[in-house]
């Protein structure tokens, strides 16, 4: 099992324990938060990918390439955060 698996797990775990674990009626609603949470990352990466693949198509060297996509991702990284 990777790191970030094992952290997922971890997270689940919180989650059902803060939500009572005894109380598999409120399984889904505890978990809520964790789906979500995995949503947003998986989002996250997928763009991530996208950005990066288009930044060869629109600059020219490396550098460049590198600064676009370390500046979008910071912005999509943060609205993948907004919880609001």
Known sequence: MTDKETQGKL???AAL???G?????GYDLATEEH???IA?????ERIR???EGLSYL?????E??????RIILRQVKELCDDKS
């Open 49 to 51: 990918a996208h950005v």
């Open 40 to 44: 947003r990352e998986e989002n996250f």
């Open 21 to 25: 674990v005894e109380n598999w009626e």
């Open 11 to 13: 997270d689940l775990l």
């Open 64 to 69: 460049c390439r590198k600064e676009a996509v």
């Open 58 to 62: 629109y600059y020219n060297t490396e």
């Open 35 to 37: 789906r979500k949470a």
């Open 17 to 19: 324990l803060a939500g």
